[in-house]
């Protein structure tokens, strides 16, 4: 009864809120066509993938602060759309988005090995020492190339307000269809994510490639990462707050966690991009919302475990 009650109050939310971000205020069809729904999409996108590798990190890592940024990978890929940005290949960003999330992950899942074997607690400090390393070399672009600082700050701040050239928008249509394989092939993982969080041994026992799930899984995410931050920018919080929120409602069960993940993600940013657009007088980047909502959340989750 309970799960029932949330997941109508969370459409009825969720449509309401889609309907004030499209139709809010005197927009005419050419606003709404060409500049509202394009950033509905990317925002809608941007919470899914957010939070649906959030409830995907915290069963695998058995860490319930994990979340998408946890293993440095959102660093690298800002540092490479940053990179193709500044160096005037604004189309090809989502490239060098993809590009640093890959070579981060490839640099992390090195470290976290341990005599041949998969160490959790060394994946986590090997991601703080990549979000480090690539944190000071977007410093140092962002020093070397001032007169992109505003290209720089909407990246590690998050910027929803992307406004499409005919050719980003056919590139962008093309990678929301992978991305939404990929967001399929990681509910289709839930199983094997629900057995794996018995122990590794267990889920050997009943024929998991442990490594082999661990790998799929790091690699398709980085591509969602790649993709969310070189459109997106850095949004933090979205991946920690709302699984939690969802397991709340829904207690057992990677696949409905997941759904419910995708769902809530996908309003909450549309919510938050809502505030950031109306709360002030010029627009704050969603990035400063979601922190804000997401800062005494966290510690009241690390106070509480």
């Known amino acids: 009864m309970k799960r029932k009650l949330f997941l109508f109050v969370l459409l009825v939310c969720g ?3 889609i309907a004030a971000s499209l139709f809010g205020g005197a927009a005419d069809s050419n606003i709404v066509r060409e500049l509202r729904l394009p950033r509905l999409l990317l925002t809608l996108f ?3 993938a957010l939070a649906g590798i959030g409830s995907v990190y915290q069963l695998m890592l058995v860490n319930p602060l994990a979340e998408p940024y946890i293993l440095g990978i959102s660093s690298g890929s800002a540092f490479g759309s940053i990179l193709f940005g500044v160096l005037g290949l604004t189309l090809l960003m989502p490239l060098g988005g993809f590009a640093g999330a890959g070579l981060t992950l490839l640099l992390v899942w090195r470290l976290a090995q341990k005599r041949g074997s998969f160490d959790r607690s060394r994946l986590l400090i090997a991601g703080v020492i990549a979000g480090m390393f690539f944190a000071a070399g977007i410093s140092l672009v962002m020093y070397l190339f001032q007169k992109d600082t505003m290209v720089i700050l909407g990246t590690l701040m998050g910027n929803l307000g992307r406004v499409f050239t005919h050719s980003e928008w056919n590139l962008f249509v093309v990678l929301l269809a992978v991305s939404a394989g990929v967001l ?3 509910y289709f993982r839930s199983a094997a994510l629900d057995i794996m969080s018995g122990g590794d041994l267990y889920a050997g026992s009943v024929g998991i490639d442990v490594a082999k799930v661990r790998k799929e899984i790091f690699a398709l995410s980085s591509v969602l990462i790649g993709i969310t931050v070189s459109y997106a920018g850095i949004i933090g919080f979205v991946g920690l707050i709302i699984p939690h929120v969802v397991r ?4 057992s069960g ?3 966690i997941y759904l419910g993940s995708l769902l809530f993600g996908g309003f909450f940013l549309v919510f938050c991009d ?3 657009r109306n709360v002030a007088a010029i627009e704050l980047p969603v990035g400063v ?3 804000a909502l997401g800062c005494p959340f966290f510690m009241w989750l690390l ?3």
């Open 15 to 17: 449509l309401a809120v």
């Open 46 to 48: 941007t919470g899914m």
């Open 184 to 186: 399929a092939r990681l």
């Open 248 to 251: 709340f409602f829904v207690p």
């Open 254 to 256: 990677q696949k409905r």
């Open 274 to 276: 809502l505030i950031a």
């Open 289 to 291: 919302v979601t922190s």
């Open 303 to 305: 106070l509480r475990k």
